[in-house]
């Protein structure tokens, strides 16, 4: 099993209170492959994301995803992977911000590991490389949720638009870096498979970070049984 071709992986790194969280998102050829990211497609991504990370949800095109205040951006990772699924090239590319940059939501205190998944959907979501996900750090429909349990479906609707934002902002950068590139969704499964992002869809129910804390301390309080 191999991938179409070389493609780039978008790693979003930061921390939640403070424990480490990453989420990843493919940048595919809009043509038979990628070259190495350049120092300026790194730190033009960089400054995008960057830009992005401390919006709030909007109705209108350009909002962000109210990431909560606890979800700090620190640093992003920008590299090309082969066919083979592995590095290509020997340097690693990681752009570290000056300072972390926290979310522009406060309201409320969210737990450690609560998330909101972003699916992005392919035109063909039954083919392969059809769905992806992303699961970012508490956001404000992580933590703001009726008596059922779930988000409301404005909040649902305006975290999918601050997601698309997010994908825009990053090919805008590619784009003026004259680098050919849609965010998109990568399979391996045969001769391998890419599909453009051509929707996103965010749940009611907030979901759980996959990652398990290791720097919080669970500090357990025992009882004895009397």
Same mark, same amino acid.
């Given at each position: ?26 940048? $595919?050829? %809009? /043509?038979?492959?990628? !070259?190495?990211?350049? +120092? #300026?497609?790194?730190?033009?991504? =960089? $400054?995008? %994301? /960057?830009?992005?990370? !401390?919006?709030?949800? +909007? #109705?209108?095109?350009?909002?962000? =995803? ?161």
């Amino acid at each position: 099993m191999a991938y179409a071709s070389s493609f780039h992986r978008l790693v979003l790194i930061g921390t939640v209170y403070n424990d480490t969280w990453n989420t990843t998102l493919s940048m $595919v050829p %809009v /043509g038979s492959g990628l !070259p190495a990211v350049s +120092s #300026a497609l790194l730190n033009a991504v =960089a $400054v995008n %994301v /960057g830009t992005w990370w !401390p919006k709030l949800v +909007s #109705a209108s095109p350009g909002g962000g =995803a109210s990431m909560h205040a606890v979800s700090k951006l620190v640093s992003i990772k920008l590299n090309r992977i082969g066919t083979d699924g592995l590095y290509m090239d020997p340097v690693a590319m990681e752009s570290i911000y000056g300072s972390p940059i926290a979310g522009g939501f406060s309201t409320l205190n969210p737990l450690p590991q609560v998330t909101t998944v972003a699916t992005l959907r392919g035109t063909s979501e039954r083919a392969h490389a059809g769905k992806g996900r992303m699961y970012l750090p508490p956001t404000r429909s992580a933590v703001e949720i009726a008596s059922d349990g779930r988000t409301s479906t404005t909040l649902a609707g305006d975290t999918a638009r601050g997601v698309i934002t997010l994908i825009k902002t990053i090919v805008d950068a590619y784009n003026a870096q004259g680098v050919g590139a849609v965010a998109g969704i990568a399979s391996r499964v045969g001769a391998g498979a890419f599909q453009n992002v051509a929707k996103v869809s965010v749940g009611r129910v907030p979901d759980t970070m996959r990652s398990r804390r290791n720097k919080q301390l669970e500090d357990p309080q025992t009882v004895i049984i009397t």
